[in-house]
Structure formats: C-alpha cells, structure tokens
C-alpha cells in the first residue's frame, strides 16, 4: 500500500477504520470488455440465462479445441513421411495448443486471476495519491497502445488463414509425386490439416468444414490473444506501482507534512485493518518465498523502531509498499507460471514450422503469406511477454537507486538502519517467473529464439537429406 491523501474517519461502534478513498480510475476496464466481447467472461450484471450461455460457449468452444487437435495428431500419422506437410499440421497444431491450454487455464483459474484485478484496484490504486494517478493512467494507456498495435498483427493472421484457403488453388510443392495419393493433394485447399472420418472435399461438405475451421482459427486466435493481454496489464500496472514508489521516495520532503503524514498512517492503518493485519491471506508462504520480508518486517515493527521520527515512519510505510507489491508480483507470478510456461514451450516449435514453410512457399503467396503472419503473431507473442516484464524488472530496480538517492546523510540512525535494509532488498530485482528456469526477460525472449532458430535448421537439414 502507499500514501494518500483520502479521508478516513473510525466507526464509533466497533472502533473500525472506515476508508473514504477519493474517486479512483476503474483500471484495466478494456481487459473486460474483450472478456465480456469474446465470451470468456459474463458482464457482471449478466443474469442466469446469460452466464448459462457463456459457460456453454466456453466448454463448446474447448470441446471442439480437443476434437481438432485429435485430428490434427491423426493427420501427422495417416501422412507421416511427408516432412512439408507434417511442420504444416504440427504449426498450427502447437498454435491451437496454445489456445487450448490458454482457455482451460483461464476457466481453472479465473477466480485467482479476477482476485488479482481487484487486489491491485482496491488495495494499491484506491489508495493512490491524486498526483501520481497520472502513471496508473499512464499503464492502461500503454495497454491500449499495445491493443492498437497487436489489432493488426491478429486481424492479418486470422484474416490470410480464412482468404488463403478461398484464393488458394494450388498444392504444396513436394505433392506433385506419383508416390502421394488425390487425397494428400487436395489438403492444400483446407484452412489447416486435419484427419477426417468423412470426405471434406466435395460440396457442400467443403463449405460448411471450411466454416467451421475458418471460425475455430478466429476464436483460437482472439483467446489466447485477449488472455495474454489481461496478464501483460497485470504486469504493466505492477510497474506503475514501482515507479510510484520511486515517485514517493523522491518527494519525500515535499509529500512529509503534518496532515500528509497523519494520512499516510491512516491510510497504512485501514489497508491492515480491512487485510487482517496482512497485505495479503498468504503472505507468511510469500515471505517465506523471499526469504528477507520477515526479517525486515520484524525490524520496522519493533516498537524501539517506532520513534517519532516523521521521515523514519514514511520510509517504513515506503517499505511496506515495497513488500507489498513483491508479494503481489509473487502472486502474479503463481498463477500464470504454467500456463506462460506451456505457452512459451510451444512457440519455438510453432515458430520452426512456420519459418520451415515459409521457405518452401516462396512462389505461392497466398501460403507464404498465411503462414508469415502465424509466424509473426507467435513472435510479437513472445516479445510481448519479455518487454511488459523487462519493463516492470527494470522499474524495480529504479527502487534501490531511489532509496539511495534520499538525503539520508541527514537523517537519524533509524533511517539509516532501515534504509540500509530496504536497499539490500531492493537491489535483487523482481521478476515474473515462468516455471522454474524462466522469467518474463528479454534473456528469455534470447533463448526462445536461440532454441527455434536450432529446431529450424534440424528441419531445413531434414528436408535437403
């Protein structure tokens, strides 16, 4: 939590704080929309019937995930030794995988994952000082910007896999064999390869498959996209609350007042009245994660450490913040650990195949096009994820230089005992992990690249042996 300048008043009745927050930004409201748009998430005044409609989506739509699926692997067996059609099916395989396991997860999780929200709306942007809602609004409109530039980036990708499979009256080059049967050269004509236990290429059943897979790539696609875009918003708006935390550290002297002061205590008094006496349910398992919280949580709160020093208790309250939102990235940082894991795991592989296909249709653009654009939507996914989290570890990091940068040459030994604590901490940065060998980095985003440039030249090796 951090200081602000709202006013609070105690319930005579139960000697409770009551928290009177000034009118606050409803943040990452865009985030819902696609939810709601996309039907991942009922509006919340939807009523039975409406929620009844979304969960049947939700599980028709992942039913059919698992039945396309099974067909693609079923594709991989029935024409196996064709090495051009098999990085085709296996592409768009791993994409629909990512979809999958992106809406499951999503299902699974919601509840951890809307707690999120509105932990960082209630008890970090209700609390914000007027001065420095300029940042918070600064993270959602980063967002939006993101939206504006990603929106083509998925429209392309969906719209060349619908388009190509309506211009597209060719087949794959290595077709042309004695050795492949009718079948095998008329898959080139479906939105992407599957088995099926029917014939597909006669009309009207052509028509209707074609539909029907044009309408799965189209939600596959803006699900693991609207998805993504709620995790890189819960981590762009952890960043806002580190540098409003450099912000504070920098205007000490002009934030420290009498009345500043008393708010910011009541402020800090409220938030640990309402959490408990903790910022968050688990935060013994966070601290025990962090391993330093407990020590230096103990430190601030022996009463010898509570003087009346008015720059001491806004470095602890500063400190507070801090560990605050460590423990909230931590949480971040649980809940979507796997499924990013899964979906960073599968994105070299979709970015081999696709860069495979790409060099074998250079003379039909229609294909090249078409497997261009998964092949740029699988890389703008990746490097969304490694700048949105460089970005928050890079703000974190601010926080050590911050401290440092206060004038605490002047102040009383416990400032300096306290600061020189908060300092150690701050300086190991906070990051978002992914499993147990990965973070949200640009490092990441290095060795992604490094693993699907190895796994394309094995196929470019194959195809030329």
Request: hydrophobic content about 45%; some cysteine.
């Amino acid at each position: 939590m951090h200081p602000t300048g709202d006013q609070h008043k105690q319930n005579p009745e139960t000697g409770d704080i009551i928290v009177h927050v000034e009118e606050y930004p409803e943040i990452m409201r865009l985030n819902f929309i696609l939810l709601n748009i996309f039907g991942l998430l009922p509006p919340t005044r939807a009523g039975p019937l409406m929620k009844f409609i979304y969960k049947m989506f939700i599980a028709a739509v992942m039913l059919m995930d698992v039945l396309i699926l099974l067909g693609q692997v079923l594709a991989v067996v029935v024409y196996w030794g064709n090495l051009e059609l098999i990085s085709a099916i296996v592409g768009v395989m791993n994409g629909f995988a990512v979809a999958f396991i992106s809406c499951a997860y999503f299902v699974i999780n919601k509840e951890k994952i809307l707690m999120l929200v509105d932990i960082m709306r209630d008890k970090f942007v209700a609390t914000t000082k007027s001065k420095y809602m300029n940042l918070i609004k600064k993270a959602d409109s980063q967002v939006v910007v993101y939206l504006y530039l990603s929106s083509p980036v998925v429209v392309c990708c969906s719209f060349s896999w619908g388009v190509a499979t309506v211009i597209n009256m060719n087949e794959f080059s290595n077709m042309e064999t004695n050795n492949v049967t009718k079948t095998e050269q008329n898959v080139d004509k479906m939105v992407f390869v599957m088995w099926t236990p029917f014939d597909v290429q006669q009309s009207p059943q052509f028509e209707i498959f074609s539909v029907f897979q044009i309408c799965f790539v189209c939600i596959g696609v803006v699900t693991s996209y609207t998805l993504s875009v709620l995790v890189l918003s819960l981590m762009s708006h952890s960043a806002a609350q580190f540098n409003i935390l450099v912000a504070m550290l920098n205007d000490m002297h002009e934030n420290i007042s009498d009345n500043e002061l008393t708010a910011i205590e009541t402020a800090f008094s409220a938030n640990s009245a309402i959490d408990g006496g903790k910022v968050f349910d688990n935060e013994t398992d966070e601290e025990s994660r962090n391993g330093h919280c407990s020590e230096l949580l103990r430190h601030f709160n022996e009463p010898d450490n509570l003087d009346e020093d008015k720059f001491q208790r806004y470095l602890i309250n500063c400190i507070k913040h801090h560990e605050s939102m460590i423990n909230f990235v931590g949480r971040i940082s649980d809940v979507v650990s796997i499924v990013v894991f899964l979906q960073i795991m599968n994105l070299p592989i979709i970015l081999c195949v696709t860069g495979f296909q790409m060099t074998q249709t250079f003379d039909r653009h229609e294909q090249f096009f078409k497997f261009c654009s998964l092949s740029v939507a699988a890389l703008y996914h990746i490097f969304s994820y490694s700048w949105f989290g460089q970005q928050m570890t890079n703000k974190s990091e601010e926080v050590a230089t911050a401290l440092y940068s206060t004038d605490w040459y002047n102040q009383k030994p416990g400032f300096k005992r306290l600061l020189l604590l908060a300092i150690m901490r701050a300086s190991r940065p906070v990051k978002v992990k992914v499993g147990v060998f990965y973070d949200m980095s640009f490092d990441t985003f290095t060795s992604i690249m490094n693993v699907a440039y190895k796994y394309f030249a094995v196929l470019i090796q194959l195809n030329e042996s």
